[in-house]
């Protein structure tokens, strides 16, 4: 997927300097980057929700049931 970030120009001079020395594109660095940032917090998302309706008094399936009626 393609997106805009405003990368500051003394991070894109050392991108580019990286890019050649390595000899992969300036966007294979940045993903790179991306990926060495976001996999250590991969397993942390799972459990973002766990628990989150241990306290609420309605069955979770019974309340499912209950809001999906309402399209109906």
Do not use: C
């Not at 050649?20 to 060495?36: D, N, P, T």
């Not at 942390?44 to 999906?68: N, S, T, V």
């Amino acid at each position: 997927m393609r997106t805009l970030v405003d990368i500051p120009e003394e991070h894109l001079a050392i991108l580019n300097q990286l890019s050649q020395s390595q000899k992969v594109s300036r966007a294979e660095l940045v993903r790179r980057a991306v990926a060495s940032y976001v996999q250590p917090h991969e397993s942390e998302a799972p459990l973002f929700g766990f628990g989150l309706w241990k306290d609420f008094p309605e069955d979770g399936l019974a309340y499912q049931e209950r809001i999906r009626a309402e399209w109906e």
